[in-house]
């Protein structure tokens, strides 16, 4: 179960004999400590003397859609050998990856594999019909563990010594003396580097949002990264590091995130129309139907294009979103449902209590829901205030119909909310607080004192831009 | 501004930093160190949120490992720091059968830890009553049930820091407030109420009043957002002249 297990001492690879190949798959059951022995006629291994293109260009190749329980189950084998293969060898493997993308592509699927595995068992015990497939998940407990997917990524982070990589380049220094025997090749530099992006992913996936963050202290996040140079790397990461941040509450540098990409994105589609564009277009909807959210929560200036596309695609749900009250929360609950990642649990489920099984994306959408709640009176308080510079308490209350203690109460919240932890330089964790609304107020006695951001004329875009058209 | 970063705490020992830099934040062995860390958290008064954050990992990973008294203390000890969002990514790493309503476990004994769902979803029903600025149902909620001063009672002067946070909450949006109102805020009446003020806040009470001295918060001033004009914005049209004289 410890994930300094991938570091542990290889088996030599001395000649590539079947006894060898052998010795190598017991070295690996053992790894992921396998209680029996009946997934041997399933397994498939990675085997270095076979025709290594193809091997190479099946693990970075998306699963068939209708793969059979059985097929999943292989498909995890022939990874963990592969990584097994890459990381346990003795000294490192030289191989070049076969293409460009071909490293994002095998992390991508690795992870994508892991998460529909757990979403499917997660399925299979709250319905706990399909007895057969539930006997296969019961014998196979520690098929996709994260315990396994996480050592693979940290493995493969380590041995590249990607870390260290990054940190020369910030430091503008040669990566060559960093990065080590390993490090030095493409195959690992590429595979540790977006077994970064993979981390952020998983740690995601699983709830934990603050590290997710956390993950990506070595990577800049600029166009100069190695990411950016991956369309479907790039798309992933912001929508990742955005949903991160809405979920921590940092609407404004969630929206920052989604902006980013989304411009990108719109810029660059007339060159970008492949298959891996097909993919991304449903990312970009889930991305536009999260910017709307964190909108609502923060009213911000959007980019026009944007602001336009969030019109076409989500007009109705946007407008009654911001328009908050009750009416707004089934839409928050759609939109959120039909944009967040897949959650998964870390654990098997109780097969033996389907009733007890509650999906996790439910417990996230839970707990997001109680923020929305908590929030949905303030774009109505908001609209009032604006009205006005002084306001009594009671009179505000009559006009909104509540209780005067309440809407008391809700000035403090609205408050509370536009003070927010916003990022300014260094990691995606650190920020300093700051107003982000263009209201503020102050309660004296039932008396509100009101003040408004205004923001003061642009000129210097104009002027510029009438002085290129002049010259 | 100062800048703030999540996984910062002052008070953080050299150890912990050291578990948390590295893999042993997944080994199932340093339970026990988080767990000791966590009740020095709530003797002394301290708290570190990143480092609660990943012994609830670890319990997320090893549910046989879990103990219900360490998740609901790590919990409490988040309320104090609200209206962050510290609460909700707790509850994040929590099994997500936990925030199931509980009426409809009561017929199926399998789920056996049905008196934890319960803890949980009461703070989190505090949580909600916090965050919605609703102190005085806050007290009241803590008052209506034994369990509460049970769930309290590792939290070293849990009440005393609840009172602490509402204030600098209240000091935020305040200049002025209604005794009255704010003794329901703060669940203290008469001397104790006048004690609080003057000695922990340095507010002045003014007969049925309560002044807030002024801070950045509360001043609520109307500005006025300049466009800041870098001379990079320039750098082309210069470029220009040079390339072309008029």
Known sequence: ?471 | MPIISFDYSPDRPEHIETILNGLDRYNPETTEIFSKYVMEQCENRTYDCYANLALLKLFQFNPHLSRDETVTNILVKALTVFPSPDFSLCLSLLQPHVLRPISSSHSNPAAGDAPFSEAVQQLNKLNNQLSSADYASFWATLDSDDLFADLVADVAGFEELMRVQIAVEVSKCVREIQRSVLEDWLNLRAGEFDNFINKVCGWEIDGASVTVPANKENEAKGTVVRENVKFDQFSRLIKRAYEQPA
Not at chain 1, 430 to 441: A, F, P, Q
């Open chain 1, 1 to 471: 179960m410890s994930l300094r297990q991938g570091a542990a001492p290889a088996r030599p690879l001395a000649d590539e004999s079947d006894a060898e190949e052998d010795a190598l798959v017991e070295d690996y059951r053992e790894q992921v400590r396998y209680d029996n022995n009946d997934t041997q006629d399933t397994f498939t291994s990675f085997d270095p003397q076979g025709a290594i293109a193809a091997q190479l260009a099946a693990v970075a190749a998306p699963l068939d859609f209708q793969a059979t329980l059985d097929t999943k189950l292989a498909s995890y084998d022939l990874y963990c050998s592969l990584f097994h293969y890459f990381l346990n060898s003795e000294g490192p493997i030289d191989i070049e990856p076969p293409s460009h993308n071909w490293a994002w592509e095998v992390i991508d699927e690795f992870i994508y594999q892991f998460n529909s595995f757990c979403s499917h068992r997660q399925k299979l015990a709250q319905k706990g019909d399909n007895q057969e497939e539930i006997q296969i998940m019961r014998d196979n407990q520690h098929t996709w563990g994260c315990y396994s997917v996480l050592n693979v990524l940290y493995s493969l982070i380590q041995r590249s010594q990607i870390a260290e990589q990054q940190a020369a380049i910030k430091r503008g220094e040669d990566t060559a003396q960093y990065a080590g025997e390993y490090g030095n090749r493409p195959l690992y530099r590429s595979l540790g580097y977006f077994s970064i992006i993979g981390l952020l992913r998983v740690h995601c996936l699983l709830g934990d949002f603050s590290l997710a963050l956390k993950t990506l202290d070595d990577i800049e996040l600029n166009k100069k990264s190695m990411f950016a140079r991956v369309m479907d790397a790039h798309f992933t990461t912001y929508y990742y590091v955005g949903f991160s941040y809405m979920m921590m509450r940092r609407y404004a540098d969630a929206i920052r995130m989604f902006s980013h990409i989304l411009v990108y994105v719109s810029r660059t589609k007339n060159y970008n129309k492949n298959a891996q564009y097909d993919n991304i277009t449903k990312k970009n909807d889930q991305m536009y139907a999260l910017i709307a959210m964190c909108v609502a929560f923060q009213p911000t200036r959007l980019d026009d294009t944007i602001h336009t596309a969030i019109r076409e695609k989500y007009g109705e749900q946007f407008n009654r979103m911001q328009r908050g009250g009750p009416e707004s929360l089934p839409i928050f609950e759609e939109m959120f449902r039909g944009s967040c990642p897949k959650f998964i649990s870390p654990t098997p489920p109780d097969f033996d209590n389907p009733e007890i099984n509650v999906d996790p994306i439910e417990h996230h959408l839970a707990i997001f829901m109680d923020e929305v709640k908590n929030n949905m009176w303030s774009p109505t308080v908001k609209s009032y205030l604006k009205l006005y510079t002084t306001m009594d308490l009671k009179k505000l209350a009559g006009f909104l119909e509540v209780e005067p203690e309440k809407l008391r109460s809700q000035l403090l919240v609205n408050k509370q909310r536009s003070r927010q932890v916003r990022w300014s330089e260094g990691f995606l964790l650190d920020g300093e607080v700051v107003n982000s609304s263009d209201l503020d107020y102050a309660l004296q006695g039932d008396l509100i004192h009101v003040s408004e951001v205004k923001i003061g004329r642009r000129l210097v875009d104009w002027y510029l831009r009438n002085l290129a058209r002049t010259y």
